[in-house]
């Protein structure tokens, strides 16, 4: 008779776990963590306390001989740049170009390269992330042979 009871015992027990899994609400599932750390642009798009995108240029159909710093100009209110660049060379040249950022317009530093080695004519147009309030861009040159440099930039 003790095992008829400990049977019954155990089958009520199997019974109302089936029961309790199907009335009580499923867990949800928890989601993974992002690959990686969410970056500025992705944190901050459409973001910014001007919505009205302008452009803004660096350097105008400007010929160099040397490595130049172009103006500093103010881009705070952005948070993305469509960074164009149109590079005319004349002769042996290779030229390098690099956004720089900062928040004092004298204080910019190295971001990331727009263009690298570039020894021939050459035209790109790369968008990239808008950090600081001053937004300028570098002009490296190997020799002293003139190019012919525009860059500028449609901020929003």
């Not at 798009?45 to 001007?50: F, L």
């Not at 080695?117 to 992330?129: E, H, V």
């Not at 300028?136 to 190019?147: I, N, P, Q, R």
Request: with cysteine; proline share 5%.
């Amino acid at each position: 008779m003790n095992n008829h009871k400990g049977g019954l015992a155990l089958a009520i027990a199997v019974v109302l776990l089936i029961v309790a899994a199907f009335l009580l609400p499923s867990m949800p599932n928890a989601n993974a963590a992002p690959a990686a750390a969410v970056t500025p642009i992705a944190a901050q798009a459409g973001i910014g306390p001007s919505q009205n995108p302008r452009l803004v240029e660096f350097f105008n159909m400007r010929s160099l001989t040397a490595d130049t710093l172009s103006p500093c100009l103010a881009v705070g209110d952005f948070t993305k740049a469509d960074l164009y660049y149109n590079i005319d060379i004349g002769s042996t040249q290779r030229v390098t170009l690099t956004t720089r950022a900062g928040n004092m317009p004298g204080l910019a530093v190295a971001q990331l390269s727009a263009a690298a080695n570039k020894s021939a004519d050459a035209a790109d147009l790369t968008q990239f992330a808008v950090y600081g309030q001053y937004m300028c861009v570098y002009a490296e040159l190997d020799t002293t042979a003139a190019v012919s440099l525009t860059v500028n930039a449609w901020v929003k």
